[in-house]
Each structure stands twice: as C-alpha cells, then as structure tokens.
C-alpha cells in the first residue's frame, strides 16, 4: 500500500531543527475543534505507527504530500517526500492509491473553494514556505471532466 510507508517515515509530522515551528493550517471548522496545531520539532499528536487523529486528522494534513494552488487551481507535491516516484507512476492507474487520494482531495478541494477559500490560500503559502513543490504531471480537473 502506498501511504503505508508514511508511518515508518513521519518526515512530514516532525519540523527540522533549522527551521521555524510549522503552524498546521486549518480550516474553520478545525480551529472549531483543535484551536491550533502547532509543530515545534514532532507533532504532538504523532504515535508510534502514524497519527492519532486517523479520520479526524486536519485537511492539510490529509492533503500532504500535495499542495493546492488556489489561484492556478493545480495541484503539486512535495519533491523531498519519499513516495513522489512511485505516487506520480500511480496517476496513471485511475484505480491506483494515488489516484484515489488526488480524486478524493479534488473533491475536498472544490467544497472548500465554496466554504473556507480563506484556508485554501494561506495552507498554499505555508506549503510553499515549508517544502519544494512540483507540479502534478495530471490534473484532476481535466480527468474528472473527460469521465
């Protein structure tokens, strides 16, 4: 499974020592329910095989290791993420994990352009602060009309 190496790598759960705490961006609803989440060196709700959050983790979270660029409306995924090779060979499997999350986040993506397109600008600046992005070679976009 693809993202079951997530849990063994946790890189983007835990903040280098050379840079400045992550503040996790989150939706309304999410401030609602956690206030703030704030990663200082590891996320405080990191366990042992992954986070502890599972369903309830926030949105930006989910999204990782695609960023969402509002003003394009492209999405991009973090180069030094372990899984790029194998995630970008996956986009061409409409069946494949890879595909499923970036159809599932395309969907997340389009409510939230309606309802909260304040968080979809200022987790796409905090994205481009924190990681390296490069474009997806598909967009979810052009796939879900031809379909």
Known sequence: MLFDHCAQCQRCCHVDE????????????????????????????????????????????????????PNTRSFHFDVECPLKSTYFEQLAQPASEASLHLSKMAQVIQKLEAADAAFLESNYAVDVDYFELEALPVNPWTVRKQT
Do not use: F, N
């Open 18 to 69: 050379d840079y400045p705490a992550l503040e996790v961006t989150l939706t309304q609803q999410e401030k609602k329910m956690y206030g703030s989440v704030c990663i200082e060196t590891r996320c405080d709700h990191l366990g042992p095989v992954g986070c502890e959050l599972g369903d309830d983790k926030p949105v930006s979270c989910k999204l990782y290791p695609l960023s969402y660029e």
